[in-house]
């Protein structure tokens, strides 16, 4: 232990120091390696196929070999081709998705939190009601009316539905810094009130607003799988939720074909579970007191 405090020693209070604690936060380590291996995959993938995802390429149904990595569907499509191409529907999502979930909360809990008075009840009750919309219903009416859907409306539809928790915590953190003598001095000097809130108040938040959008990125793939899983998703293209849902209609378990539901399964935790665990480990980064010494 006092090992560890006197080498950090020089790097109190700057950047150095969250980036020194961040190296050697196993959390941290571990998550962002499984995501980057995720995302070369995504990258790189493609060009080891020569495949469209729904070609009819080879024999049905059979298991892994050196042809067919991942093996065929009932249907003689190359599951290692639909593999990597849902990797990409995948963080497409995440990031589309989430970047829009987190960028709704921001604007309307800075706004709230920043304003209060009518201004905050007004968005606060905005909040609530998304919160409690039920979001599978609208999701049946919107496949009903869309007979063509892709990957990108879906995003679009978590990204409007998926903001309000972080509405409501950025709003917490934001009621609490507007009474800072930093931000009163900013008022006082006639500083306009969104000048305040990116340039004083949100560099305070900057570790909290990113930590949300890892988990906003996160919560985007698991519903979007779910949507996927149950046939609510995109009707163009593959994910890995529509192979899980296609390995389901078409008896994958009953007939043991573990190389078409598998791999997308734990591709969805593993990459899910790597950012909750990234989040975890930035949480003792950013914070002092649970930081590993």
């Known amino acids: 232990m006092t090992t560890a405090t006197s080498s950090a020693a020089p790097l109190a209070g700057g950047k150095n120091e969250t980036l020194y604690f961040a190296l ?16 070369g ?21 059979r298991p892994p070999s050196s042809d ?70 609208v999701l049946l009416i919107i496949a009903a009316y869309l007979e063509v859907r892709g990957v990108l409306t879906e995003s679009v539809f978590i990204g409007f539905t998926a903001w309000p928790w972080a509405a409501r915590a950025i709003r917490a953190q934001t009621f609490s810094l507007r009474s800072r003598d930093f931000v009163d001095l900013a008022r006082l000097s006639g500083v306009n009130p969104w000048k305040i809130i990116f340039t004083e108040i949100a560099p305070n938040m900057m570790s909290y607003l990113f ?4 988990l906003q990125f996160g919560g985007a793939i698991l519903i979007a799988a779910t949507l996927d899983f149950i046939g609510l998703g995109p009707t163009q293209g ?9 390995a389901v209609l078409w008896s994958a378990l009953q007939l043991g074909m573990w190389w078409w539901f598998i791999p997308p399964g734990l591709a969805i935790t593993a990459i899910v ?5 990234m989040n975890v480990g930035l949480d003792e980064v950013f914070n002092p007191k649970l930081r590993e010494m």
């Open 41 to 61: 995959l995504t990258i790189v993938g493609p060009l080891l196929t020569d495949f469209a995802p729904n070609d009819y390429v080879g024999p049905a149904a």
């Open 238 to 246: 593959i994910s890995l939720g529509l192979m899980m849902n296609n």
């Open 68 to 137: 067919h990595w991942f093996g065929t569907t009932t249907f003689g499509q190359d599951v290692f081709t639909q593999f990597v191409l849902g990797l990409y529907s995948t963080f497409l999502v995440g990031i589309v998705g989430g970047g829009l979930a987190t960028l709704i909360g921001v604007l309307v809990g800075f706004t709230a939190g920043y304003r209060g008075g009518l201004v905050d009840e007004a968005l606060t009750m905005l909040t609530n009601i998304v919160l409690v919309i039920p979001t599978l219903a």
């Open 273 to 277: 579970g790597a950012l909750y665990i």
């Open 24 to 39: 050697r936060n196993n959390k941290l380590r571990i998550g962002a390696c499984v995501l980057l291996f995720f995302v």
């Open 211 to 214: 930590m949300t959008f890892i």
